[in-house]
């Protein structure tokens, strides 16, 4: 199969299903903003030494593989057939235990603190902010378009994000910069 199919050289795309829509589609850039996302995790890896966040790192890209498929699913008929491509409320609840865990090594935040630090840890905060836009461009395509569990998902992901900054930056012994 060759890389390049020339189904798209005109501006549009399929979707899962078939349908073909602009490139421009919103739901198209949603799950553009989730690959950017996917994109800036693998960045951190390749500049990460930390063993246990780059294993949380890894699992969190496959996570956004499934999620940029449910995406490109409207008809939500992709659970059907492939269920690695499922986001459950096991994957908010697995987040959610990653951010106590991770937080425990932390002081209490007292202030805006400004992005920053080692370059993985500054590498994260962008991540973040890729993933707030993200999940306002899921947002953006209306209460129905998709399943709840993905805004929860993303939603939550990008505080786990602002944490994984934090304590990459901790583990670097660089000092948080308050605003």
Not at 158 to 167: E, G, K
Request: aromatic letters at 6%; hydrophobic letters at 40%; glycine letters at 8%.
């Amino acid at each position: 199969m060759k890389i390049y199919t020339k189904t798209g050289d005109a501006g549009e795309t399929s979707l899962f299903g078939g349908r073909r829509v602009s490139k421009a589609d919103a739901r198209v850039a949603a799950y553009g903003d989730v690959d950017e996302l996917n994109a800036w995790l693998g960045f951190v890896r390749s500049n990460l030494s930390d063993g246990q966040l780059g294993e949380m790192l890894e699992h969190l890209q496959r996570d956004l593989f499934a999620l940029g498929a449910r995406l490109a699913d409207p008809g939500h008929k992709i659970a059907e057939r492939v269920v690695k491509a499922a986001v459950t409320d096991a994957d908010i609840t697995r987040l959610e235990g990653w951010i106590d865990q991770l937080e425990s090594e932390l002081q209490p935040l007292r202030r805006f603190i400004l992005a920053g630090g080692c370059p993985a840890g500054a590498a994260l905060h962008v991540a973040r902010t890729v993933c707030r836009r993200a999940e306002r461009s899921v947002v953006s395509l209306g209460p129905d378009a998709v399943e709840t569990e993905l805004l929860v998902y993303i939603n939550r992901l990008s505080d786990l994000l602002f944490v994984m900054a934090r304590v990459t930056n901790h583990r670097a012994n660089q000092p948080e910069t308050e605003w």
